[in-house]
T-cell receptor, first 116, second 112 residues
Framework: ETGVTQSPTHLIKTRGQQVTLRCSSQSGHNTVSWYQQALGQGPQFIFQYYREEENGRGNFPPRFSGLQFPNYSSELNVNALELDDSALYLC???????????????FGPGTRLLVL | KQEVTQIPAALSVPEGENLVLNCSFTDSAIYNLQWFRQDPGKGLTSLLLIQSSQREQTSGRLNASLDKSSGRSTLYIAASQPGDSATYLCAVFKAAGNKLTFGGGTRVLVKP
């Protein structure tokens, strides 16, 4: 059973640029959630994808968008980068049955994004 | 709106001492609560998950309790070791929004 993987591990961008982060979910998992963790803080929920559809969204602007593919891997896209977008971006996969309630989420190692 | 608070923000203890980490949440309508460990610059490792119907979970030296009515959970780590040094995060899951809401974490240092 493979774990959750993310790429790239580190990334440096400048303000106004766009970035795409990638996540491969754990084998057998059909749900991916994305979180943003600023330095010294707890992770904040961005959104979740379940069977290729957005299934919940946190308090993030529309320039944060995502995709989930048929193999359940996922991408997080951020447009018009701002300095405050500098953070560790974590994805988590889980196995959600229809109407599932609070299954364990398994986190990847994260992508550290620095916006200059 | 669910808010999760962890006190203290940082903790330093000598090796062998027991650790007590606290987590409080404002909305008791949760499905479960999870405790995570995070090493510097790394992702999260799930330690324990307590369903809302449970009072505690144990794994090795770790024991977590949940009092949903008072909105509190406590993580106990017995006989701490230097390898326990990390940041510990608690998070609650509520079905609405399908998200985990995290506390700010407690940074633990166990001195040899």
């Amino acid at each position: 059973e493979t774990g959750v993987t993310q790429s790239p591990t580190h990334l440096i961008k400048t303000r106004g640029q766009q970035v795409t982060l990638r996540c491969s979910s754990q084998s057998g998992h059909n749900t991916v959630s994305w979180y943003q963790q600023a330095l010294g803080q707890g992770p904040q929920f961005i959104f979740q994808y379940y069977r290729e559809e957005e299934n919940g969204r946190g308090n993030f602007p529309p320039r944060f968008s995502g995709l989930q593919f048929p193999n359940y891997s996922s991408e997080l896209n951020v447009n018009a980068l701002e300095l405050d977008d500098s953070a560790l971006y974590l994805c988590a996969s889980s196995s959600k049955l229809s109407g599932g309630s609070g299954e364990t989420q398994y986190f990847g190692p994260g992508t550290r994004l620095l916006v200059l | 709106k669910q808010e999760v608070t962890q006190i203290p923000a940082a903790l330093s203890v000598p090796e062998g001492e027991n650790l007590v980490l606290n987590c409080s949440f404002t909305d008791s309508a949760i499905y479960n609560l999870q405790w995570f460990r995070q090493d510097p610059g790394k992702g999260l490792t799930s330690l324990l998950l307590i369903q809302s119907s449970q009072r505690e979970q144990t794994s090795g030296r770790l024991n977590a309790s949940l009092d949903k009515s008072s909105g509190r959970s406590t993580l106990y780590i017995a006989a701490s070791q230097p390898g326990d040094s990390a940041t510990y995060l608690c998070a609650v899951f509520k079905a609405a929004g399908n998200k985990l809401t995290f506390g700010g974490g407690t940074r633990v240092l166990v001195k040899p």
